[in-house]
């Protein structure tokens, strides 16, 4: 009697580990075509085949229909997002021509031979043109970079040379406002988009110079933190005041104190979706009456 309930113990002993080892290998199994699935959804390249409910369970089938749902959306997105690509490419085409057309006979109508008051209304027309033309091509840069369709192509490499031809474009501007733009030397690493981060410290410049009055100063530094480098754009033009600080990144914000000053609220805007999307951020620090401090971070590696 002892001998049969040690031998059916046995047997019972062996069925159970047999039974754990076959549910440890099927979990296993699962798994592992649970985790290849979710490889090829993350790829993109997931395709849907024929899973039988005897063979997978119920959780992994609904995860297959899922991946392949996701497929067919992530595809409708990207025809999609063909179609905005082809519509800002069709308004960037279209607005360019006839932008271009208005400059040049503005140009050539302020070469005749004009009263007074007919030079300064072509003078008014050109300079209204420009503005426009800077507007077209502010708006259709963070439409593009907002759809995903311009890529940012950042590598490491020394943000001197970029500074100094950001800066160089400036000079001038100053030197007619009588501003002085000094760019204190540098040899920090970063990794940018040289193209693209160009035209958000552009934009800060662009930004110092326009506020600041007659006889100020503006200083571009780089300073390097241990993740990530500062480059600071300093003025000391009129101040931002506290209120209004987390509102300037915005798209068209205008503060009601700059009303008569040109500009559409655009270029700060640019810069922040430029800098997120190179791993990076920018701020603003401010004193009202004593100028501000834009600061745009890059990552060091």
Excluded at 12 to 39: E, G, Q, S
């Amino acid at each position: 009697m002892t001998k049969i309930i040690c031998g059916t113990a046995a047997v019972i002993t062996i069925f159970a580990l047999a039974a754990a080892v076959w549910n440890r290998l099927h979990a296993k199994r699962v798994m592992k075509n649970l985790n290849r699935m979710l490889d090829a959804g993350m790829a993109g390249t997931f395709l849907e085949q024929n899973f039988d409910e005897s063979l997978l369970s119920a959780v992994e089938s609904r995860f297959a229909h899922y991946l392949a749902a996701n497929a067919v959306s992530a595809q409708k997105l990207q025809e999609e997002k063909d179609k905005i690509k082809t519509l800002i490419a069709d308004i960037s085409h279209q607005t360019k021509t006839p932008v271009a057309n208005i400059l040049l006979y503005a140009q050539l109508l302020s070469e005749q031979e004009l009263s007074p008051e007919g030079r300064g209304c072509a003078a008014a027309l050109e300079g209204q043109v420009e503005k426009l033309r800077a507007l077209v091509d502010a708006l259709v840069k963070t439409s593009r970079l907002e759809a995903g369709i311009l890529a940012l192509h950042t590598r490491t490499g020394p943000l001197a040379p970029m500074l100094e031809d950001a800066a160089a474009q400036f000079i001038p501007k100053a030197a007619q406002k009588g501003i002085t733009l000094t760019l204190i030397p540098t040899d920090t690493r970063a990794v940018f988009d040289p193209k693209w981060t160009a035209e958000a410290v552009c934009n800060l410049l662009d930004n110092a110079i326009k506020y600041t009055p007659a006889g100020g100063t503006v200083t571009v530094q780089v300073i390097p933190c241990q993740m990530f480098c500062r480059i600071n754009v300093t003025d000391n033009g009129p101040g931002i005041p506290e209120a209004e600080r987390a509102k300037v990144f915005q798209r068209f914000y205008r503060s009601p104190a700059a009303y008569e000053t040109e500009g559409v609220g655009i270029g700060l805007y640019l810069t922040r979706q430029i800098a997120e999307g190179q791993g990076g951020y920018v701020s603003v620090s401010s004193r009202p009456g004593q100028g501000s401090c834009f600061s745009l971070y890059l990552p060091r590696s």
